[in-house]
């Protein structure tokens, strides 16, 4: 069960899907994760790729992701609370990479830009995040799409089934710009 104390919550299973499906993994990937949270997308990637490197600098996320990892039996993740700027400043190139957690996004995606080959997928629910995403992707000439994702889930209301929409997501797809 995921911490109370985490924003966010876990990602919807048909979020994680999409993005997923955007991320197009493979088996010898290497993949970094900013703002891993309650660490339910780091399990998802670590069944699809080689090594998953997921930072959160909330300790009480790396906690909580480290234990679904666990709970999961995947092994393929490193697990660091730092902030993405700190763990960028080396030398590592990474196949894809996801950004759940959108802290200083504007100096960190042309760092990030540089260091992945493919594939650079961000999950946004801000317009502001979403905003800030598009502009630096842009600017920078590898962005590929938006997909704006709306959910809505079935309950019984008087005898019947009404939907209850959950808050949208903006799937936003750059092209990572890092020489094979």
């Known amino acids: 069960m995921p911490d109370p104390k985490l924003t966010g919550g876990p990602t919807q299973d048909e979020i994680l899907a999409v ?3 955007k991320l197009s993994l493979r088996s010898t990937d290497k993949v970094l994760e900013i703002g891993c949270g309650t660490g339910k997308v780091s399990v998802a990637m670590a069944k699809l790729a080689q090594q998953i490197y997921s930072l959160d600098i909330r300790p009480d996320a790396i906690s909580v992701a480290s234990n679904a990892a666990r709970d999961a039996g995947v092994s393929n ?26 802290k200083n996004l504007r100096e960190i995606l042309p760092v990030l830009a540089k260091k992945v080959k493919r594939t ?24 590929t799409e938006v997909v704006q ?24 797809v750059a092209r990572g710009a890092a020489c094979s």
Not at 126 to 143: C, N, Q, R
Not at 149 to 172: C, K, L, N, T, W
């Open 19 to 21: 993005s997923l499906q």
């Open 77 to 102: 993740i490193d697990f660091f609370c730092r902030e993405a700027g700190d763990f960028l400043r080396n030398d590592q190139v990474f196949d894809c990479a996801f950004v759940g957690g959108s």
């Open 120 to 143: 650079i997928v961000i999950n946004a629910v801000l317009v502001s995040t979403l905003e800030h995403a598009l502009a630096s992707l842009k600017d920078l000439g590898i962005f």
């Open 149 to 172: 994702v709306q959910v809505s889930r079935s309950y019984e209301i008087a005898g019947s089934i009404m939907f209850r929409p959950i808050d949208p997501v903006y799937i936003i």
